[in-house]
């Protein structure tokens, strides 16, 4: 298992710097920044480092979240406040069996001044939040700290799953086929949309599929859109005479 820790839109070097020593504390090695609004090889950033400086220079930037977790088969989001339509936060406890069973899960923090948004955590599969005393405002670097401590100090236990499960590029893909089906046959509008679609992102990110099973359901998506245009085509909503399995034998 290689835990990532995806910063998101962070705004200061030092905050960068401390980050990766505190995932080099506790044996993360994979950071990668979303849209950095600073420099993260800033003298200042190297200085609060110490001797994760390498783990620093090593960091990925990426434009976009979605490509950040592309390659990586759970996303887990940090938060401290509950939203509506979202996953609930649990405890770090609660979801580290899921981490330590999955192949390239992530770890994702908002910017230090407001977190994350609602749109990122859509792409996370859970949400995490730090149990704290009643000011539950943690420094970048300490949440980074507490949580890879916590999905990583039980690394040598037996684990109780082991699965494979879609890479967040493949879900996302998923998701926006399910949009564009839904929208098709006047399941959804546009203004009830996201609410509809976050519904079921957290209905079916508790599955966690594998990556056949994607498949398999974008299959059902690609024949309920064959069967919706053939029939606008024709006029009815009877299908032609052995056509019923048209769209999946289509790619």
């Known amino acids: 298992m290689t835990l990532a820790v995806v910063l998101v839109s962070p705004k200061t070097p030092g905050n960068i710097g401390s980050a990766a020593r505190a995932m080099l504390n506790m044996g993360a090695k994979d950071l990668r920044l979303v849209a950095p609004r600073c420099n993260h090889l800033d003298s200042g950033a190297v200085a609060m480092a110490v001797h994760a ?122 998701y926006g086929h399910l949009h564009d089906t839904m929208h098709l046959i006047g399941y959804t509008d546009a203004v009830r949309a996201r609410h509809t679609l976050r519904l079921w992102r957290a209905l079916l990110d508790r599955a966690l599929m594998n990556s056949a099973e994607s498949r398999l359901f974008r299959g059902l998506l690609r024949q309920v859109q064959w069967k919706v245009e053939d029939a606008a085509k024709r006029g009815t909503t009877e299908p032609r005479p052995g056509q019923e399995i048209e769209a999946q034998n289509q790619d």
């Open 53 to 174: 400086a390498d783990l620093l220079r090593g960091a990925t930037i990426y434009p976009t979240l979605r490509e950040a977790l592309a390659d990586r088969d759970l996303s887990v989001g940090t938060s401290a406040r509950i939203r509506s339509d979202l996953p609930q936060p649990q405890h770090p406890a609660q979801i580290r069996p899921f981490v330590r069973a999955a192949t390239a899960p992530a770890l994702v923090f908002g910017p230090e001044e407001s977190g994350l948004t609602n749109a990122d955590l859509e792409q996370c599969q859970m949400t995490v939040r730090i149990p704290t005393g009643d000011y539950a405002s943690l420094n970048l670097a300490q949440a980074v700290l507490l949580v890879c401590y916590e999905f990583l100090q039980g690394q040598d236990e037996p684990l109780d799953r082991t699965r494979k499960t879609a890479t967040r590029e493949e879900m996302e893909a998923m």
